[in-house]
């Protein structure tokens, strides 16, 4: 079945310097890749989505490209801001109108002084 | 942007005993979701809801669950009766219909549900 994989449950870094976060996937489907951001106490919200082969998605400061060919949409930052300090998980969902979303277990992003 | 109320934000209750859980939903919304966290594990997808009926929903929707949506008020997930491993984090999300575009979901803060 689909899956996400996010392998880093904890990224700690200072702030001003770039962000990545890893996410793959497995799907037998086209599907489109989503990040969502969850800050404490709050709903997660949509970051990014995208379901186009190689092409740069941004939003916020942040940018993801899906690459088919390596069934990956990792989420980058040039950098960091405090304020990015949240969980982000990284979701796919099989093209059609309002499919479920398969969920990554997320990674927790904090943002040092 | 639009908002999804979840209420309570908190539910503590004694195994066997029924619960129901409210969404709010964004008020032209069509589709509504329920998702399942059990503490340190990914978000699960439970069940999706449209014009009164369950669309598709997955095995963690056991027979003991039931959804519905009277009146337009508001969207329910209700356990009966409620068993330890219902303990999670269960988020309510809503979408409307965009054709042939993904339609995007918003989701509440989550209820924390505690069964003891």
């Known amino acids: 079945g689909d899956s996400v994989t996010q392998t880093e449950g904890l990224v700690t870094l200072t702030e001003g310097l770039p962000v990545m976060l890893n996410c793959t996937y497995q799907t037998a489907y086209s599907t489109f890749l989503f990040w969502y951001v969850q800050h404490l106490n709050e709903a997660p919200k949509l970051l990014l989505k995208s379901s186009t082969d190689n092409k740069r998605t941004e939003h916020q400061g942040f940018h993801a490209t899906l690459h088919k060919s390596s069934s990956s949409f990792h989420l980058q930052k040039s950098s960091a801001q405090l304020s990015d300090s949240a969980l982000y998980y990284c979701?796919?969902?099989?093209?059609?109108?309002?499919?479920?979303?398969?969920w990554g277990l997320g990674t927790s992003l904090v943002v040092n002084p | 942007g639009p908002k999804v109320l979840q209420i309570p934000s908190h539910q503590i209750i004694d195994m066997g005993q029924m619960v129901t859980l409210n969404c709010d939903p964004v008020s032209n919304h069509l589709y509504f979701y329920w998702y399942k966290q059990i503490l340190g594990q990914q978000m699960e997808f439970l069940v999706n809801?449209?014009?009164?009926?369950?669309?598709?929903k997955s095995k963690l929707f056991k027979d003991q669950f039931s959804v519905e949506r009277p009146d337009g008020s508001y969207f329910t997930l209700k356990i009966q009766p409620t068993a330890l491993e219902d303990s999670a984090v269960y988020f309510c999300a809503s979408s409307r219909r965009l054709g042939d575009n993904y339609a995007e979901q918003f989701f509440g803060p989550g209820t924390r549900l505690t069964v003891l």
């Open positions: 979701a796919l969902s099989d093209v059609g109108d309002n499919s479920k979303l398969i």
């Open positions: 809801f449209y014009n009164g009926k369950v669309m598709e």
